[in-house]
């Protein structure tokens, strides 16, 4: 991971466009490819960002540096470094991945019990899929015999569509596997997270806990 902090200016060109004016900024580039700009508040969240697959150019103009990334879509995220104040790399191999909390860690198993809640032919590969990112939750068959990864949360937010996003980029990559599709099962799905997933081509799956449990909601009962 390459870290720097730099006064800069950011423009988008792409579907959309959009500007940063000059500040001082954290900009991230990760080993996957991917680089993201962030402020000092917004928590996790970056002022923008190119998700791999995607190339860094950098050169110089006049007193600035350039970087150009660009995607497959050749959409270009613009960087201009009028100063850097720090610039360190550093490596941090892979990561051993999230552990799910209790809920999501049963979600996963109720749902390779009953992959045919996904769709009627479905069947299961394996659950913990690894890559070289970590494990996908779930990577099943549908019944064409096609390949699909699951990542499964308890709450669906953007992150997470982020997350698989990234996994099937990966996965895409092996010929064996190749076409992957995604879906996004969670109990509760934010809309933001659901518009993302759905421009992607990722399907969003909303999961009943208890009727995976087996188990009847005595939410409306008197007794």
Request: glycine share 6%.
């Amino acid at each position: 991971m390459r870290l720097v902090i730099a006064r800069c200016r950011v423009d988008y060109v792409g579907r959309l466009t959009s500007h940063l004016p000059v500040a001082r900024r954290l900009l991230l580039v990760k080993a996957d490819g991917s680089v993201s700009i962030h402020a000092d508040d917004r928590a996790y969240k970056p002022l923008n960002w190119m998700s791999p697959p995607c190339w860094l150019v950098e050169t110089t103009a006049d007193d600035d540096i350039l970087w150009v990334v660009t995607n497959k879509a050749g959409e270009e995220l613009r960087i201009t470094i009028e100063e850097v104040e720090h610039d360190s790399s550093h490596e941090l191999g892979i990561d051993p991945g999230l552990v799910k909390d209790g809920v999501e860690a049963h979600l996963q198993e109720l749902l390779a019990e009953h992959v045919e809640t996904l769709g009627a032919g479905y069947t299961l590969v394996r659950r913990e899929y690894m890559t070289a990112i970590g494990p996908v939750d779930l990577l099943v068959r549908d019944a064409d015999g096609a390949s699909v990864a699951v990542e499964i949360k308890r709450r669906g937010e953007i992150d997470g569509v982020e997350q698989l996003t990234r996994y099937l980029e990966l996965l895409n990559r092996d010929p064996l596997l190749a076409p992957v599709t995604g879906v996004f099962a969670a109990q509760q799905i934010k809309p933001q997270a659901k518009t993302l997933a759905n421009d992607r081509g990722i399907r969003c799956l909303v999961l009943d806990y208890e009727a995976l449990r087996g188990t009847e909601s005595t939410e409306f009962r008197l007794f």
